[in-house]
């Protein structure tokens, strides 16, 4: 291991959007890849081609990059080991698929679909393996005559290897340890079809895997079952010596823990399980995305990291940087990860807060323009100093602070009938008088400090004052510290808002 390499790959299929476990495996081969100085590399496995979906190639490409998981080779991006794309190595395959014919590993069939329903029907829990294969129509049970002739008549056939009962396959899994199956539960897989003149994703990703160097295949836990019929595959191709090291990741749990985490889990309980909002080609419908729904990269990324794997300290906020530096397989859980979408939420606050305020109010403007409000960007970048602890995304800054943007043009009923004293207009008509007294109100502690000796002074309820002040200066019982706000607005917004609700409220 310490002298070859580390070479890792993800291999997505492009049937869809990308799921957010496919991009915690992506980020665990990219975290691994970068931690030993490795290569990353991006295969479309597309052999599949019923299932194949216009699109969704360029939407895996651009939710990684979105997402810093950079590759060093593969599709788009170039490398020596191309071409990267399933599809256009038909004429590999092929030549190992002959291989393993002539060495007597696999064998040709040529039973039907209506065939194989009526073993099904005939023998409970058919498996096409040792047991039955004598029974069926395929290389073993007939002539090389009668091969050729059917192959000559153009009649279909799949290649399946041919699995020797009886062994103890031992698969060495970096997460699991030894995980140990018998050969006799594994049915003989198809490894390639003449339909269609490519070969299952077994053999496909055995044969690229070789010829790409790759020297770890970190996947999902779903495949651990394949695993042994893929060590069986290598050994069978003359590989075993240059297998790479497996390593099968925890799934991603639904919130509840109960089951694989699924888009409807996400449309029923309102969080994205998409990377980036994806468009259905055929249907037309709209899935929603972490990027469209306001999170930032890094914190999606600290966030999926954390869901299989602990960095062995009590360290939550992990820059990439720390990720790669502190990431290891050993440290991957083996037991599947709750999906809780509201820690997600807490992630990306804490991003949001360590965000400079120049980068946050560029992130904001749009949102304003959206809405028709021309604002100088020093007022924004303000806004955003005061408003951004209060906040998760940055489109919920409006919301909270829409107030500095448009003066209230009505005033909230309870927020009145609670706030709005007998003598708060006289109060606020003095307060008036004692602002227009300051020259800077940029200098917050200043102001606070006149204005509460002026409240002091005279013997006034301090409580009374400022919560009429608020209710005038915003509408309603919200926003943040007073002289923060009157800082914000300046002093000339901040009188005409004051001198606005004495004459509406009386």
């Not at 096409?128 to 049970?141: F, G, I, K, V, W």
């Not at 198809?190 to 053999?203: A, E, G, I, M």
């Not at 303000?382 to 919301?399: C, G, I, N, Q």
């Not at 006034?460 to 019982?477: C, D, K, P, Q, T």
Request: hydrophobic share 40%; charged share 30%.
């Amino acid at each position: 291991m310490s002298e070859r390499k580390v070479r890792v790959r993800f291999a997505p299929s492009p049937t869809g959007p990308l799921h957010i476990g496919g991009v915690r495996t992506a980020l665990y081969n990219y975290l691994f890849a970068r931690q030993h100085d490795g290569d990353m590399i991006l295969r479309i496995e597309d052999t599949d081609s019923h299932r194949f979906v216009p699109g969704a190639e360029a939407y895996i490409i651009e939710s990684l990059e979105w997402l810093g998981i950079h590759f060093d080779e593969g599709v788009s991006y170039g490398g020596d080991y191309g071409p990267y794309r399933q599809s256009e190595r038909k004429h590999i395959y092929k030549r190992y698929v002959d291989q393993l014919l002539n060495d007597g590993k696999a064998y040709i069939a040529f039973d039907t679909p209506a065939e194989l329903e009526e073993k099904r029907k005939e023998i409970s829990n058919f498996q096409y393996d040792a047991s039955t294969r004598m029974q069926m129509r395929n290389s073993l049970t007939m002539s090389e005559k009668e091969v050729e002739k059917l192959i000559s008549d153009g009649e279909q056939y799949v290649v399946r290897i041919k699995i020797e009962p009886g062994e103890d396959v031992k698969v060495n899994d970096l997460i699991r340890g030894e995980v140990i199956i018998n050969s006799s539960i594994l049915d003989d897989k198809v490894l390639y079809k003449s339909s269609d003149n490519l070969p299952t994703y077994h053999l496909a990703n055995i044969v690229d895997d070789h010829l790409m160097e790759v020297s770890h295949v970190i996947r999902g836990e779903e495949w651990l079952p394949s695993a042994p019929l893929h060590v069986l595959l290598y050994r069978a191709l003359g590989w075993q010596d240059t297998m790479p090291f497996f390593a099968h990741l925890p799934l991603l749990l639904k919130p509840d823990g109960n089951g694989k985490l699924s888009k409807r889990d996400g449309d029923r309980l309102g969080f994205p399980v998409f990377p980036l909002e994806w468009k259905d080609p055929k249907t037309g419908d709209i899935s929603s995305g972490y990027r469209e729904s306001g999170y930032l990269p890094e914190a999606v990324v600290n966030f999926l990291a954390l869901l299989g794997w602990n960095p062995g300290n009590d360290q939550e906020i992990l820059s990439m940087d720390e990720l790669i530096k502190l990431f290891s397989l050993e440290r991957c859980s083996r037991s599947g990860a709750k999906f809780d979408y509201e820690k997600g939420k807490w992630f990306n606050h804490k991003y949001i807060q360590e965000k400079s305020n120049e980068e946050l109010a560029a992130l904001f403007m749009p949102e304003l323009a959206a809405r028709g409000i021309s604002a100088e960007q020093e007022k924004v970048v303000r806004v955003v100093a005061v408003m951004k602890s209060r906040v998760s995304f940055v489109k919920e800054l409006w919301d909270q602070s829409s107030f500095f943007f448009v003066a209230p043009e009505v005033y909230d009923e309870k927020t009145v009938k609670k706030r709005w004293k007998e003598d708060s207009a006289q109060l606020l008509t003095e307060l008036a008088g004692i602002l227009e007294s300051i020259d800077n109100f940029d200098d917050v502690e200043a102001t606070e400090s006149t204005v509460k000796e002026w409240i002091a002074d005279k013997g006034y309820h301090l409580g009374n004052i400022m919560n009429a002040f608020r209710l005038a200066l915003v509408g309603e019982s919200k926003g943040p510290q007073m002289f923060d706000l009157t800082a914000v607005l300046g002093k000339e917004e901040t009188l005409r808002r004051l001198y606005k609700a004495i004459k509406i409220l009386g």
